[in-house]
């Protein structure tokens, strides 16, 4: 059974947030034009799920604390100096696969 989640790319919309699993983590997608980001739903400052937050453009607001985040860059905006937990993405024949990031980044978790 492989780790990796497949999803059709035109399931994903430029303008929600899409929360999933990849290998038993809570994941969020989210699309911008022909490329997706995923990142851990987790927010970093409480570990509320970031995909329960509003996105405007590509900037998260988290729905607690309204602590915000780049999802081009996955960095925080407010406040700065923290990140999200970025997974791996590729697109082929129209499909998006997202796997677990690299043991090093998942040690930063
Ligand atoms: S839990 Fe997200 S800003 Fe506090």
Redesign the pocket.
Same mark, same amino acid.
């Given at each position: 059974m492989s780790d990796e989640l497949i999803v059709p790319l035109d399931e994903l919309w430029g303008d929600e947030l899409v929360p999933c699993t990849v290998a038993g983590d809570a994941v969020f997608l989210v699309r911008f034009g022909d490329e997706v980001r995923a990142y851990r739903d987790k /927010?970093p +400052?409480?570990?509320?799920p970031l995909s329960e937050g509003h996105l405007a453009g590509c900037v998260l607001t /988290?729905r607690? @604390? +309204? @602590?915000t985040f780049d999802l081009r860059s996955g960095r925080g905006e407010n406040p700065a100096g923290v990140a999200l937990v970025r997974y791996p993405v590729r697109i082929a024949d129209g499909r998006v696969f997202v796997s677990r990031p690299p043991p090093a980044t998942e040690a930063t978790r």
């Amino acid at each position: 059974m492989s780790d990796e989640l497949i999803v059709p790319l035109d399931e994903l919309w430029g303008d929600e947030l899409v929360p999933c699993t990849v290998a038993g983590d809570a994941v969020f997608l989210v699309r911008f034009g022909d490329e997706v980001r995923a990142y851990r739903d987790k /927010c970093p +400052h409480q570990g509320v799920p970031l995909s329960e937050g509003h996105l405007a453009g590509c900037v998260l607001t /988290c729905r607690a @604390h +309204h @602590h915000t985040f780049d999802l081009r860059s996955g960095r925080g905006e407010n406040p700065a100096g923290v990140a999200l937990v970025r997974y791996p993405v590729r697109i082929a024949d129209g499909r998006v696969f997202v796997s677990r990031p690299p043991p090093a980044t998942e040690a930063t978790r």
